[in-house]
């Protein structure tokens, strides 16, 4: 999926353009639980904004609305077969439309005089940013952090961990699908079933990033001191992969590339994390793979059927 008529070009310097990105997402987050209580604005929304596209010099309009003539439409399929699965509101109407969105917004919070419940305001919030796509980039982003305000704010002060973001990424087919079908329709009854089954398993997302996070600390300190620089280097490596381990798992070769050491200083290392229990051995000669020796944490995904039970897909 692609906006059209839009060419993106980055600097040849991706590490620091990803490193930037991913500052601009922690101070989005940030922000957001700092500012819980606060009403939605444009002034806020511009803020966050200028966050998710920290260190982008290819967009026009950043921290503002919009204003580029050209219709904003979400396509795929190639130049001499493009599909347009949506088109947003001119940049001349995205103004008013995100003054009625923003009142709605906090007219359906806690607080608010037709105050909804926090998963169905939450959904509908991202819905009706998303048609209206008001940014010229980032619209995801920015509807993504709308949504995750809304559920926090329902259940403020006890907010809930919940990986929205990345529970929506890993079903980015099904979500644009969602998008498209709810646009094209007036009623958002399966925009909202999808969503609420997304949320429920972001919450589940979150829960079992937590307790990697213990588990691979309590690793961490039993092989202090156990392990040399190459070893350690690749246990972290392994870990960035988060609780559901390295895809494919790691073999020698794997280990080699990370660490740049020898095939044979290889072998040496992977058996002596095997010996300390860090790392588990599977399959034989060109086959063996290697995984951490952690609880493993499967992620469930979900959805909710015709009668509103809640099953695995």
């Not at 909804?116 to 939450?122: C, G, I, Q």
Request: charged content about 20%; proline content about 5%; overall charge positive.
């Amino acid at each position: 999926m692609r906006r059209s008529g839009e060419t993106r070009s980055f600097s040849a310097q991706p590490n620091i353009l990803a490193t930037t990105a991913e500052q601009g997402i922690s101070e989005l987050m940030v922000d957001l639980y700092r500012t819980v209580p606060r009403p939605l604005s444009a002034k806020m929304l511009f803020g966050w904004h200028r966050m998710v596209t920290l260190g982008r010099t290819d967009i026009h309009d950043i921290g503002r609305f919009r204003t580029s003539p050209r219709p904003m439409q979400i396509v795929s399929g190639a130049s001499y077969d493009r599909k347009i699965h949506f088109e947003a509101p001119p940049s001349s109407r995205v103004t008013s439309e995100m003054e009625g969105f923003v009142d709605w917004f906090n007219r359906s919070g806690p607080n608010g005089s037709e105050t909804l419940p926090a998963l169905t305001r939450a959904g509908l919030a991202h819905l009706r940013f998303e048609c209206v796509h008001p940014f010229e980039d980032g619209n995801g982003r920015v509807g993504r952090a709308i949504a995750k305000k809304a559920l926090v704010q329902g259940f403020h002060p006890a907010s809930p961990l919940i990986a929205l973001a990345a529970t929506i990424l890993a079903h980015q087919r099904s979500y644009y699908d969602a998008l498209e079908a709810a646009n094209k329709a007036n009623d958002a009854t399966q925009w909202l079933v999808w969503f609420a089954a997304i949320a429920i398993e972001a919450q589940q997302r979150a829960a079992d990033q937590v307790e990697f996070l213990i588990d691979k600390t309590k690793l961490l300190d039993r092989l202090r001191g156990k392990i040399n620089a190459r070893q350690e280097k690749a246990i972290l490596r392994i870990m960035e992969e988060g609780p559901q381990g390295f895809r494919g798992g790691l073999s020698a070769g794997n280990y080699s590339t990370i660490t740049g050491a020898s095939p044979s200083t290889s072998t040496r290392d992977l058996a002596e994390l095997v010996e300390l229990n860090a790392l588990v051995r599977s399959g034989e000669l060109r086959h063996t793979r290697y995984a951490l020796h952690l609880p493993l944490h499967p992620v469930v995904s979900l959805h909710i059927d015709q009668a509103g039970n809640l099953l695995d897909r």
